[in-house]
DNA sequence: TCCTGTTTTCGCCTATCAATCGAAAACGTG
DNA sequence: CACGTTTTCGATTGATAGGCGAAAACAGGA
């Protein structure tokens, strides 16, 4: 169908294609995401999400985990999904390349080595980003934010186990308002997503109640029920979608 | 950051990015995505989305609209969102392409003309499809099915004024089993998606009550409002989202 | 030991909403 | 003018989200 690279335009130098990963994780009860500061030209000092070249003899997929693995633990990362392509002719200077760029989830209790130059900025206050990249991190929000209330994406945010109040502190800080704890439970209980473990959590520094431990039934995504109108006759749930 | 086009590995003699569009519409009850029958190989005679090279001045949904309008009338394509990027190495013989694949809705009250390879085939029963055409049809209707429930992107699927019935039988096509109309119609009045227009339809040929005429409120898509619980305080409504 | 402060859990109540059914309205036909 | 057809509307039932407050379970200090 196609034939050989397009003639390059302009000052265009280079042609290829990228992929980008903006990693989301709550810690101290702020959204941050990962990046690294840029050492050189161009954009030097400011900071970058973790990605590089897609080679010949791998997708996407396989390329932004391969590339991750060099900033963070890939066994770390709970969740991986494709948020878009980024095109834009001139979004990096004087090349062509087109970015495929994904939403990365780690847990809250992760906290893998990171290099010296990487860091976890938080994402309300994000310092000042190379490219176009804050436009992937603001995607990544829209997408975390919409499916954290029609999945049950939050699997990878949260720990393997965990309390009603810490899970409530982790939608709280991915979703940037307060949150409800005993309406979050009770939501997330009444749509599956939600079981007790059997354990309890010892009470902490200054004493109260001991908490249940709660797990996410499954963690894999998983888009909640529609209404019964729109749902074919005697299913419930559905299969996964971006 | 990246250099020139890396080698070229085993047997690929060309590399680029192109973008397909899995246009969707539908038809006498059924739904059906506009594709065109090859002339040459690979896969002569295989049924192909719409589609092509992306070119150095222009970005993918540029790019989509552009390559579309050589297919149909673009004024019938009442919406358009990306899809996702179909990047296996061999995904098409002899070459490394990297596609990045559309969903497009057309209303069910449009005709526009094709070209004369082209057809709208029924999704439930596709003719053999080129490369990994149907993989990507598979994405279009996963996502079109999971919208409609939590979206309004009915609007797309529908004319600018029908009645319930019309409406009950272009969602039923959609997600391919039945639907209530009064559900239907009081599930999206109450999600505020639809009105009337005040006027109404004449009665078909075997009489009955003529038919009241609605209209989406909204022809931008919208997602449904989450629950309180996940909502900040006072809000209505959201974003955007894939 | 008892009291206080803290944290979590549970139950109750209310309002809202989905789903279903059935009756009535509005039309064409014989 | 009666009958079949199609659509619309109203009433009822059942389920669930949201919010509030009481009770349970713990630590620490008097």
Known sequence: MPGTTPPLGGRHVATGHEVLAAVLQVRDGRLRVLAWQRGIAPDEGRWALPGGHLRDDEDVEESVRRQLAEKVDLSDVAHVEQLGVFSAPHRVPDARIVATAFLGLVPSDADPAVPDDTAWQPVDALPP??????????????????????????????????????????????????????????????????????????????????????????????????????????????????
């Open 129 to 242: 980003t190379a490219f176009d990249h804050a436009a992937i991190v603001d995607d990544a929000l829209d997408r975390l934010r919409a499916k954290l209330s029609y999945t049950n994406i939050g699997f990878a945010l949260a720990p393997a186990e965990f309390t009603v109040s810490a899970l409530r502190e982790i939608y709280a800080g991915a979703l940037g308002h307060p949150v409800s704890a005993t309406n979050l439970q009770r939501v997330l209980t009444r749509r599956g997503q939600l079981e007790p473990t059997g354990a309890v959590s010892p009470p902490g520094p200054a004493g109260g109640r001991p908490a249940a431990l709660f797990r996410f039934t499954r963690r894999t995504l998983r888009v909640t029920d529609a209404f019964a109108v729109l749902r074919p006759p005697g299913e419930v749930g559905r299969a996964v979608v971006p």
